[in-house]
C-alpha cells in the first residue's frame, strides 16, 4: 500500500498529517479517526476546540459518535486537522484507500 507523504497541515494546525486515507463505514469511526490524528497533532480537545471555531463539546460529541454534529461544523474540524470528506461510490473509494478501513488503523 502507498502512504502519502507527510505534508505540513493546514494553517493553525499543530503539525503535520501523515496517515494514509481510509474508508469510514461504522459507526463512531469518523470520531476515532478524528480524535486519533488530533492527538497525533498534540493537540488537546480544547485547544482543537478553540482553534477550529467549534465547542469543546461538539468536539466531544463527534470523537464519540455521540450525539448529531452538523455537516458544516464537521468540515470546520476536518479542514482544521488537515483532512477531507470524499464521497463517491463505495467500490471506487475502496480501491483508493487500498480496502483499508477506519477501524484497521494502528492509531484508533
Known sequence: MNSRPVEDGP?????????PPVLVGEPGALGQYVRGTRKQQQLRIDDAASLFGVSVDLVSRLENG????????????????????????????LSFVGGRTASDDARI
Not at 494553517?11 to 496517515?19: I, L, R
Not at 450525539?67 to 473509494?93: E, I, M, T, W
Open 66 to 93: 455521540s450525539g448529531s454534529v452538523r455537516l458544516d461544523k464537521l468540515q470546520a474540524v476536518l479542514d482544521g486537522l488537515g483532512l477531507a470528506l470524499v464521497v463517491g461510490p463505495k467500490s471506487d473509494l
Open 11 to 19: 494553517v493553525g494546525t499543530a503539525g503535520p498529517v501523515a496517515s
